[in-house]
């Protein structure tokens, strides 16, 4: 059995303030081509189907269109909803497309959901586990310790009843711990959201999204497929991809992916004024990609970015490396906040303001806020 696994599709996406809708219907219409060449028996969507809780009517005319797209080529489609999703929104009308083969994950109700297909090697089950934090699952297992993301999901799974005879899919949206992060992605600092992936021991392969940047986790059956576009700077050298996964008999699993090309590409520029501007420079590129642009110049250079944008019509940003930007100060990098607990960052963010360490009982109110926020309980 074949499956084409997406996810972060992040539709109705902006970057810098450009709408990156008509580079998403571009990779679409490529991505049904490859379903028209690949056959697959379903497809599946792990989460972040949208980029807002309340998306544009644009964006959800593009869900619209592509899902109505891949019903019309009789195959089944499994869609999870991410921590961008509104769990609610993306499960309105679920029942009635479910007729055609759009199957739509529940809001979290205590249970994982569970979808069987067929082939000449038996049963194939798919389990959808919708994006989740501790406090949804403690809901329904009060009796549960449920302290972590690891213990949330472990406890969601640890009803299933899973026959090791069969083959079983699990789709989840979730961080697995040592992922590769972009600066695109929702940074929980502290490293809070960490999943392990020995949770998902026992699934012959886990559809995972979330993580921007395609990579397994463990092992090649733990994996993301990343985005189907480049959504920040630091993905400029990503190779962005669709994941095919074939099940053959048991334990014989299968992975290839294949290439997408964008509309548009992302790449950075860095360089002189002079440099950058120099026809013999841009000639040779596609002058229409998404550019960030890094001037090295010792002095700001007047209306850099609009005089470059005659030539790079698509600047997204532009900044500067130089002296002054070098010495002016070192900001927190996102690798530096996720080594820190939040009440940590709290209290260094205290002392930049106030120059001076914050008294042991205020420590106290902070951390116990803080733990009830995660718990949401504030």
């Known amino acids: 059995m074949k499956f084409i696994h997406l996810s972060d599709l992040h539709i109705g996406k902006r970057v810098n303030d450009f709408s990156l809708i008509e580079d998403q219907k571009y990779?679409?219409?490529?991505?049904?081509?490859?379903?028209?060449?690949?056959?697959?028996?379903?497809?599946?969507?792990?989460?972040?189907?949208?980029?807002?809780?309340?998306?544009?009517?644009?964006?959800?005319?593009?869900?619209?269109?592509f899902l109505s797209r891949l019903s019309e080529r009789n195959l089944s489609v499994f869609i999870i909803s991410g921590n961008h999703d509104s769990p609610e929104r993306l499960a309105f009308g679920s029942s009635i497309m479910s007729r055609g083969g759009i199957h739509f994950s529940r809001v979290y109700n205590g249970e994982v959901e569970k979808y069987s297909l067929e082939d000449e090697y038996g049963t194939?089950?798919?389990?959808?586990?919708?994006?989740?934090?501790?406090?949804?699952?403690?809901?329904?297992?009060?009796?549960?310790?449920?302290?972590?993301?690891?213990?949330?999901?472990?406890?969601?799974?640890k009803d299933i009843k899973l026959d090791n005879g069969q083959r079983n899919i699990i789709m989840?949206?979730?961080?697995?711990?040592?992922?590769?992060?972009?600066?695109?992605?929702?940074?929980?600092?502290?490293g809070s959201d960490n999943v392990d992936a020995a949770v998902f021991d026992g699934f012959d392969y886990v559809a995972l999204g979330h993580i921007h940047g395609p990579q397994s986790m463990r092992k090649p059956t733990v994996r993301y497929c990343g985005t189907p576009l480049k959504y920040s700077f630091s993905e400029a050298g990503h190779k962005k991809s669709v994941t095919v996964?074939?099940?053959?008999?048991?334990?014989?699993?299968?992975?290839?992916?294949?290439?997408?090309?964008?509309?548009?590409?992302?790449?950075?520029?860095?360089?002189?004024?002079?440099?950058?501007?120099?026809?013999?420079?841009?000639?040779?590129?596609?002058?229409?990609?998404?550019?960030?642009?890094?001037l090295t110049d010792e002095e700001d250079v007047p209306d850099a970015i609009g005089r470059l944008r005659s030539i790079y019509p698509n600047i997204m940003k532009l900044?500067?490396?130089?002296?002054?930007?070098?010495?002016?100060?070192?900001?927190?990098?996102?690798?530096?906040?996720?080594?820190?607990?939040?009440?940590?960052?709290?209290?260094?963010?205290?002392?930049?303001?106030?120059?001076?360490?914050?008294?042991?009982?205020?420590g106290c109110f902070v951390h116990e806020l803080i733990e009830k926020i995660w718990e949401g309980k504030v």
């Open 27 to 65: 990779i679409l219409r490529q991505i049904l081509k490859i379903t028209d060449r690949e056959k697959p028996d379903a497809v599946l969507i792990a989460g972040d189907v949208y980029d807002k809780t309340v998306p544009t009517a644009e964006a959800v005319e593009l869900l619209d269109s």
């Open 124 to 157: 194939v089950n798919i389990f959808m586990l919708p994006f989740i934090k501790p406090s949804n699952v403690r809901r329904f297992y009060q009796e549960e310790e449920i302290g972590s993301y690891t213990q949330a999901v472990a406890v969601a799974l």
């Open 172 to 190: 989840t949206h979730q961080f697995v711990t040592g992922a590769r992060r972009s600066d695109s992605e929702e940074i929980s600092v502290g």
């Open 245 to 294: 996964v074939t099940l053959a008999e048991k334990s014989n699993v299968q992975i290839d992916t294949i290439e997408l090309m964008p509309l548009r590409d992302m790449r950075n520029i860095k360089g002189t004024y002079m440099e950058i501007a120099d026809r013999n420079n841009y000639i040779k590129t596609n002058t229409n990609d998404y550019i960030h642009i890094t």
């Open 319 to 362: 900044d500067y490396d130089n002296a002054r930007t070098r010495t002016a100060g070192e900001f927190l990098r996102p690798q530096q906040a996720e080594s820190k607990s939040p009440a940590r960052l709290f209290a260094d963010f205290y002392f930049m303001q106030n120059n001076r360490q914050m008294s042991d009982d205020a």
